[in-house]
């Protein structure tokens, strides 16, 4: 893990007049380049070619001689032949001569080894660098284990297929589609071989990926993605804030609850397995009796983070749960920076968010505004891994 007093070195030396805020163009970086604007931030994405052109022609920034934003976000792009290539040393070099502040999002950990993001990315990062690993599921130290530490709720984990005996989730990465997911259900064990086989067969997933597979018990109820905010430099308010709610549209399996059922024991063999591909997101409210108990999940997470990932989470982070019909929570998934979903709340922030700043607050907005504020009292180093 690269030392953190050589980051602070690093943003030391930055012109704080002159910071630019850069991601990975893809996931969440509309939100976070929407947000920097907002705070008076130049942008710079990092593309990978052939999906360029959405960040460097559709949202390009536009401003006037004196610098104010007319249209779009994007200031500056750089397009490489695979996002990887940001780990490149004169690459990094370019990063951190331009005082860049850089934003990690899920493509970004996804499409670099996680290895070199921890061990040989020098570019300063607004988050936790070390808990980024921790959503890599099953490996050691995963979200899984420190939602235990913390005594959190999860899933119930069936370790034997054949043990399966009730509706279950079974986790596993998707073959071809990197980010996505080949998610399946299964009710039985021999649901569970006919199901595993079907989507084997299809190349939707692999023998390996099925052999490490994690199998929950399914919780039936809706999901809520909780966009959440730890401020390490607040002193007079909470920490802890609620910027948002979304939620997924997934792909085939929205398209499955929308068929009635006399169409769905119609579908053809290889249509009744759904996919769980997400391909958009939607925002949401909660029973206002019900936040009390997500500040109470969340404080626990943030608690556990700090005690095992030293120094804990920075920033943004997504609680991922589904809700029983006794309103109890359980945690699926937890992303330890910007969200997938934020994107529904960048520039008209979210009811949260606004009301609790009194402006339009989107997740990408915080983050713009924490570096504002670390800048302005001197703990920009608080702030960074």
């Known amino acids: 893990m690269i030392d953190r007093k050589e980051i602070i070195e690093i943003v030391e030396g930055y012109d704080t007049d002159n910071l630019k805020i850069g991601a990975v163009a893809s996931h969440s970086a509309l939100d976070v380049f929407d947000g920097a604007v907002e ?71 996804s499409y670099c080894s996680i290895d070199d993001v921890e061990n040989e990315f020098v570019v300063p990062l607004v988050g936790s660098r070390n808990l980024l690993r921790s959503e890599e599921r099953g490996m050691k130290g995963d979200y899984y284990w420190i939602l235990e530490k913390a005594g959190l709720p999860f899933p119930e984990r069936i370790d034997d297929p054949e043990d399966i005996d009730e509706l279950v989730m079974v986790k596993l990465p998707h073959a071809v589609k990197k980010l996505e997911r080949g998610f399946f259900t299964a009710a039985t064990y021999q649901e569970y071989l006919e199901k595993s086989e079907a989507l084997l067969s299809r190349g939707v997933i692999t023998a390996e990926a099925l052999e490490k597979a994690r199998i929950e018990r399914y919780i039936i109820g809706p999901v809520f993605n909780f966009d959440m905010f730890y401020s390490p430099i607040e002193t007079e308010m909470s920490k802890l804030e609620i910027l948002g709610i979304d939620w997924r549209f997934e792909t085939s399996l929205d398209g499955h609850v929308r068929l009635p059922a006399p169409q769905q024991i119609t579908l053809a063999e290889h249509q009744l397995t759904p996919e769980y591909t997400v391909c958009g997101h939607n925002s949401a409210t909660l029973r206002e009796s019900l936040l009390e108990e997500v500040f109470r999940l969340s404080e626990k997470y943030v608690e556990a983070s700090q005690k095992y990932y030293d120094p804990g989470i920075i920033g943004p982070f997504c609680l991922q749960t589904c809700i029983d019909k006794d309103l109890n929570f359980y945690i699926y998934d937890v992303a330890p920076r910007v969200g997938g979903g934020t994107n529904v709340h960048m520039s008209v922030g979210h009811p949260y968010g606004n009301t609790l700043w009194r402006k339009p607050m989107s997740t990408g907005r915080r983050v713009a505004f924490e570096i504002r504020r670390a800048i302005e009292s001197g703990q920009l180093g608080e702030i960074v891994t």
Do not use: C, H, W
């Open 39 to 109: 705070e008076d931030f130049r942008t710079l994405a990092i593309s990978q070619a052939g999906r360029q052109d959405t960040y460097t022609k559709y949202f390009k920034a536009q401003r006037d001689s004196s610098g104010k934003i007319i249209r779009g976000i994007v200031d500056e792009d750089v397009v490489y032949s695979k996002f990887n290539e940001i780990l490149l040393p004169e690459n990094q070099k370019m990063l951190v001569d331009e005082n860049v502040l850089f934003i990690p999002n899920r493509s970004f950990t």
